[in-house]
Structure formats: C-alpha cells, structure tokens
C-alpha cells in the first residue's frame, strides 16, 4: 500500500536505484493506481522542482519514475489480471493505509499466501487496516468476507512524511 502522491514516486525511485545496482529481482513491479499514474505525470512535467541529484539524472536522459520492469496500470482488467496472475511480483497500490482502493483487493487475492510479503511503507493511523496488520492481528475482514493473515507484514519506517519533534 501507497499514498498516490509523493510516496508512491519515492517508492517507484527506491526501486529504481536497486534495479539499477542488480539488487531487485527480476519481476514485473506494477504501479496499480489510476490516481497514482496521473499524479506521477505531473512530476514528469515539472522537472523545476526537483533537487540537484533527481534533476542530474533527469539531465542524464533517464527518468526516477521508469525501469524496465515497471508498468504503470491504469484500466480496471490491466489490474485484474495481476490478481490472476501466479508469477511473482511488485505491487504498488493506493490507499495508503488500505482504507480504500485496488490494494483491498490486492490484499484480499495475497494475504492468506505465506509466500507473499505486504510491505507497509510508513505511518498508519490507529485502527485502520493498515494500522491492524501492523499490529499482527490474524484475521481481517474485506468485502463482507474473512480472511486469515498468512502473508508476512512489514513496516518500512524510511518513507514517512509525518514530521518528528525536532521537526515541529
């Protein structure tokens, strides 16, 4: 789970850049947000507020937001069929907290696989889904239905935009 602005582009880069150094294995990552897909269009088109080092590499011809195993999926069947799918993969997905959106129901199609990882990067607020996976409770309940919590959950704590005390 994303937040379709900012982190999710953060999220895109940090994959990149081990993508570039050989360390991300070679699955499909998919961006699976329609608003996340237009938000990242936007920083495209505004190279002007970047900092010096994504702007040397905007200079250099490569973008933060592409590598050759991302897609971005906008069209509710392109995300469907990720669902359908057995091969391994990256899913980036909004809401964030997982209160909404498609990653409900990527959550619903992944978390009783003990294969499977659901990474949550950054804060989650009380008593949301999110906050409760963290939390390790052993079953959820999504679209009317139960699901057992089979999945590994992991919090990254290196993505949170919420500011600590020496910042307020």
């Not at 920083?43 to 010096?52: A, I, K, S, W």
């Not at 997905?93 to 498609?102: D, L, N, Q």
């Amino acid at each position: 789970p994303s937040f379709a602005l900012e982190r999710a582009q953060e999220v895109v880069y940090s994959l990149k850049h081990l993508a570039d150094q050989g360390r991300l294995p070679k699955v499909p990552v998919y961006v699976d947000s329609p608003l996340t897909v237009k938000l990242t269009d936007v920083f495209r088109l505004h190279p002007e507020c970047y900092d010096d080092e994504t702007r040397a590499i905007l200079n250099s011809g490569d973008s933060p937001f592409d590598f050759d195993q991302l897609r971005y999926v906008s069209a509710d069947e392109d995300s469907k069929a990720i669902d359908r799918s057995d091969e391994p993969a990256v899913i980036i997905s909004a809401s964030g907290m997982c209160e909404a959106g498609r990653i409900r129901h990527h959550i619903t199609n992944n978390i009783e696989d003990d294969k499977n990882t659901i990474r949550i990067p950054g804060y989650q607020a009380a008593h949301t889904l999110g906050r409760r996976l963290i939390d390790g409770v052993k079953t959820i309940n999504l679209f009317h239905e139960k699901y057992e919590v089979r999945a590994a959950i992991e919090q990254i704590h290196g993505f949170s935009a919420h500011a600590d005390q020496a910042d307020l």
